[in-house]
Nanobody, 125 residues
Framework: VQLQASGGGLVQAGGSLRLSCAAS????????VGWFRQVPGKERDFVAA????????YYGDSVKGRFTISRNYAKNTVYLQMNGLKPEDTAVYYC???????????????????WGQGTLVTVSS
């Protein structure tokens, strides 16, 4: 499966953005799809993930209550709705997929074998 991320941009603090991760040359069936983010010079951090089959969702502590991950079967796309954005959310956001996921691996970066290109989110104060 190939992943195409989009939706990044510049937004003021408190604003919202929605990121999209679309599958091409395949579908998300039997995959888990996650979002990670990275600031230059720092490690890539887990943001959120969803198991395509069950719809079970997982969130990093820093985004709980503000971000929502969801899926659209018809469009074979995963969305990350980001509300209440803060300057510290500024990062390059990557979507990724892992086959046959289990709950314990949904936040584990090394378990994701497929990665899309990043999309930059900038939150101004």
């Amino acid at each position: 499966v190939q992943l195409q991320a989009s939706g990044g941009g510049l937004v003021q603090a408190g604003g919202s953005l929605r990121l999209s991760c679309a599958a091409s040359e395949g579908t998300f069936s039997n995959y888990g799809v996650g979002w990670f983010r990275q600031v230059p010079g720092k490690e890539r951090d887990f943001v959120a993930a969803i198991r395509w089959g069950t719809g079970a969702t997982y969130y990093g502590d820093s985004v709980k209550g503000r971000f929502t991950i969801s899926r659209n079967y018809a469009k074979n796309t995963v969305y990350l709705q980001m509300n209440g954005l803060k300057p510290e959310d500024t990062a390059v956001y990557y979507c990724a997929a892992q086959r046959n996921p289990i709950a314990q691996t949904m936040s584990v970066q090394r378990r994701y074998g497929y990665w899309g290109q990043g999309t930059l989110v900038t939150v101004s104060s």
